[in-house]
């Protein structure tokens, strides 16, 4: 007895418009309003202030100055004092290298193995590992060419915005001077390339120096070149990832952007490898042995947790992780690192950075800045992600995935096994 197959078929008819309306210029690049920030003045003072706060973690905490000034007094003379005392705030050298590697990392596909090529050659040469010296001792006019290339840039895509008929990032289209850098396609270049490499060399400068003067490097300068090497080495390849990251689906490219690619994480980040490179810290096994500990938990936890979203985004599954439907027809992890908290990867990336600060020891708060600005910036980041996928999700769904997954970045509950209060949970 043969059996009997039954195929059905549905159809559906759609019907639609002959001649599409087309959207004007105003409807496809709709204004917004200037509220991110703490509203315009924030965001003027941030603007206005970033720039002096980069300074005055090198004019604080430098081998002329040491890194703890005695009074706010002498603060200020070491201030006005110190570009006699050891430097110039500009150099046309410097500058003219700064534009050479900013190139040079446009025009070369493999830029990693090039750069490593010529670190390599520069060791190997004459003069050894002194000529690498060179960055440490040029620090400040390199940080002001870079701030001169972020405020060019910026500048410039901001003036040709208004020219080139271009789409705006929404929250780059309020009307608002300081809101207003608007999108341009180096961003995505500037994202990784010339400030994460640099901050990579400039970290290996300090290195150096610090062994013309030892002879030696110490085991806290090991731990911050072994951590934050591999964080950099870390975000090349894995690069593709930034397509989903708010800097670059959301935010347009202006200041905020150029300056903190280009100035602010090169010139910033390293601030513990400049310190150890004129005060040297020694560890013992015992401390390193912790610090090394708490830098392996957080870039376990990041990449962990970051791969688990992007093999979701993908449309993979592997670890067959729970998920939430919702409305709009999309899918939200409620398993895995993320349902432990609604952002892991944050937690992750602090305690990285708390790896980076302890091998300085406690000498100094000064060495401590990343630290505190980072908790400041991922607690600012989260809040800005909670709004925006309230908006996307809609009140019902975001409400329902925040009782299924209460903590915002730290895991509290997961890691001391207690029930959630009301003060720390995600609850509104």
Not at 43 to 68: E, H, M, R, S
């Amino acid at each position: 007895m043969s059996e009997k197959t039954t195929v059905i078929t549905a159809t559906a008819q759609i019907d639609l418009p002959a001649h599409p309306t087309r959207k004007s210029y105003a409807e496809l690049n709709p204004s917004s309003r200037p509220t991110e920030f703490f509203g315009p003045w924030g965001t003027a003072a941030i603007t206005l202030c970033t720039p002096v706060l980069a300074y005055l973690t090198f004019f604080a905490c430098n081998d002329v100055a040491g890194c703890a000034p005695t009074s706010l007094r002498s603060a200020w003379r070491l201030v006005g004092d110190y570009p006699d005392a050891a430097g110039k705030l500009w150099e046309w050298k410097a500058a003219g290298v700064y534009v050479g590697w900013y190139v040079f990392c446009i025009v070369c596909l493999y830029t990693l193995l090039l750069v490593m090529g010529i670190i390599t050659g520069i060791l190997v040469q004459p003069r050894g590992i002194e000529a690498f010296t060179w960055l440490y001792h040029h620090f400040l006019p390199l940080m002001s060419a870079s701030l001169a290339m972020a405020i060019v840039q910026a500048s410039w895509v901001y003036a040709w915005s208004y020219f080139s008929g271009e789409l705006l990032a929404l929250g780059g289209n309020t009307g608002n001077f300081f809101y207003d850098f608007p999108t341009f396609d180096i961003k995505t270049f500037n994202e990784v390339r010339p400030g994460m490499i640099l901050w990579l060399l400039l970290n290996i400068s300090c290195a150096c120096e610090q062994y013309t003067r030892l002879g030696k490097l110490t085991d806290s300068m090991w731990i911050v070149l072994a951590s934050q090497g591999w964080y950099v080495l870390d975000c090349l390849l894995q690069e593709h990832t930034i397509l989903n990251q708010m800097d670059i689906t959301t935010d347009g490219f202006g200041f905020m952007l150029a300056f903190g690619d280009l100035t602010w994480v090169p010139f910033t980040y390293g601030l513990q490898a400049r310190f150890l490179a004129f005060n040297p810290v020694t560890l013992g096994p015992v401390a390193t042995a912790l610090v090394v500990g708490v830098e392996v938990a957080g870039m376990w936890i990041f990449r962990v947790a970051n791969n688990e979203k992007a093999n979701f985004r993908a449309g993979k599954n592997p670890k067959n992780l729970e998920f939430m439907q919702t409305d709009r027809g999309t899918k939200l992890l409620t398993s895995g690192w993320w349902g432990r908290s609604r952002h892991p990867n944050y937690f992750g990336d602090w305690l990285i950075a708390l790896g980076w600060c302890l091998p300085t020891g406690f000498h100094t708060p000064l060495t401590y800045f990343y630290l505190i600005y980072f908790i400041v910036l991922l607690v600012h980041r989260q809040a800005r992600d909670e709004e925006a996928c309230r908006r996307k999700y809609g009140d019902k769904d975001w409400d329902r995935y925040c009782s299924k997954v209460k903590w915002k970045i730290v895991p509290i509950e997961h890691l001391v096994h207690t029930q959630p209060n009301k003060l720390l949970n995600g609850t509104r």
